[in-house]
């Protein structure tokens, strides 16, 4: 019987792996760097070459291995298939065929979201849900939906991608995806402070953000904490934006918490409170008491959904 | 093994039954009206009876019945307990114990609009698919979400309450559910006729609506293919509001098909020209080819959804 089980989540810059007990104990965890070298067509040979050696130095048998789960940059079908990872440089291929005959292993993969999403209703903020959404605020927004335990990948691969969700219609600035008025633009550690940089620059009102050279979401954060009056204004309409837009979500797949995560999470509960106050005030009223959680495994998040998607 | 499967939906005014072969034939189908007295507490007797009694009329023995599959009229959970049916007069019970009980089958239950869209992909405008919304723009608009084959019911039993998605922030008039701005109040046929007459009230435009005593979305959607200024900018204010709305759920639960039901949806390809024209423009690029279709079975929706719950 599998003793073990493999994540891994392959970002732009590093491949992070990790060996876990089928139970949820993270034994060890390394990094790799992604070699993006023609089309990264070398990304999966070094992550089973590395996972190899680490059971090597570990003396663990493959055969007490269950798998790998992976968690990759962009939309993964059901079957397996990559659409295109950009950030990799990959096009269209099964990588879960192709791991699996580099490592001799079974092999399943999902979006990084949606793996992250996982790992934290396994192990982290979300531990003891089976319905949970996801949130990741970072340089984008990401999402992740997991209903009866199970990843919501979606038919191309979009499931979850509430980070372009359609929010605002009088907004003038592109967003990545092409379109205009996402959710992202004002709610992802870029979006706040977006938000700010307008903010100063289009009134007078004092603020002790207008000393800070290099404004991050941390220091609206911080401000607000200590009663500045316009990086309050700034969360607040974060949290309104935010909020408004779970609501949205909790009509369509009703989950029983959204587990926050990110770079902007690290604001802790003064996020949770100002987003759950404007969920409650858009929300329909059967799903007012949606719980709101803090993501708890920081970047490992991604390798503990990799696990859990390989054990089931 | 079970040849024949039935259907049950319960609506406020009368509960429509269906006996079907496995295979998805509809064979027979009658209504009974519904008894609301002592709240609704002999509905679910009625229903049993009336089962039996068609059963022997057309010599079918029980032993041949997989059993029911029952829409109701509120959330559902997925245990069987209704959480309050408020046109029936129930209150909190388990309807499937409480039915399997009084018919000796075995019994399973969801809400209507959910079972709607079960209906709908097993035998209707979702046919050959496994991943659909299902909207109908009745009175209000409901929603039914069904993911891989399965309804997603919701933790609250508010799977797929797309009706009631915040989708304006200016509107004056609250919505049944108590909140404003609620899609329901724009996109349903009661949405559109308040919609017209805001238009007919507040600009002087010539409108054939004018001359007409009860307007109806009918009327709204004919006058518009007849070419008519005022009627047209309705159906694209519907479309746009709708296909927007779609949007989002798109970037959410990203299915293969929107399948539209209800009164409205009546207007045929027009409806469905309109609205997949503005959700292409606000849907994320991954789920722009989403299929639109109109749905087919009417108000069998609901039985069809019912048997094929209980065959799963």
Same mark, same amino acid.
């Given at each position: 019987m599998a003793k073990y089980a493999v994540g891994v989540d392959i970002g732009g810059t590093t491949v992070k792996i990790g060996i876990f007990t089928v139970?949820?104990?993270?034994l060890t965890k390394w990094e790799i760097p992604t070699r993006k070298d023609e089309g990264g067509a070398y990304i999966l040979g070094d992550v089973a070459a590395s996972i190899d050696e680490k059971l090597k130095e570990n003396s663990m048998?493959?055969?007490e291995v269950a798998g790998i789960g992976m968690g990759v940059p962009g939309p993964v079908k059901?079957?397996?298939?990559?659409?295109?990872c950009v950030n990799l440089g990959w096009g269209i291929f099964n990588v879960e065929d192709e791991l699996s005959k580099l490592s001799g292993l079974p092999v399943k993969a999902g979006n990084d979201a949606n793996m992250a999403a996982l790992g934290e209703m396994w192990q982290g !903020?979300?531990? &003891?849900?089976?319905n949970i959404v996801m949130v990741t605020l970072g340089t984008g927004v990401g999402g992740g939906i997991i209903l009866d335990g199970k990843m919501?990948?979606?038919?191309?691969?979009?499931? !979850?991608?509430? &980070?372009?969700?359609?929010?605002?219609?009088?907004?003038t600035e592109t967003c990545g995806c092409g379109k205009?008025?996402?959710l992202e633009q004002y709610t992802s550690a870029t979006g706040i402070v977006r938000q700010a940089k307008i903010a100063l620059n289009t009134t007078d009102k004092p603020s002790?953000?207008?000393?800070?050279q290099y404004i991050s979401a941390k220091e609206i954060f911080d401000a607000a904490k200590e009663g500045d009056e316009l990086a309050n204004d700034l969360v607040e309409a974060h949290g309104e934006c935010l909020g408004r837009a779970l609501a949205q979500i909790a009509a369509t797949v009703d989950p029983e918490a959204f587990v926050i995560g990110g770079?902007?999470?690290?604001?802790g509960q003064v996020l949770i409170d100002t987003t759950s106050r404007y969920f409650v005030k858009y929300a329909f009223h059967a799903c007012r008491n949606t719980k709101f959680e803090l993501a708890t495994l920081g970047n490992d998040a991604g390798i503990y959904g990799g696990a859990k998607l390989i054990l089931g």
């Open positions: 139970e949820g104990e993270l048998d493959k055969s059901q079957d397996g298939t990559v659409l295109k !903020g979300g531990k &003891g849900y089976t919501l990948a979606g038919v191309n691969g979009a499931g !979850g991608e509430i &980070g372009h969700i359609q929010v605002k219609d009088d907004e205009k008025g996402c002790k953000l207008r000393s800070v770079g902007v999470s690290k604001a």
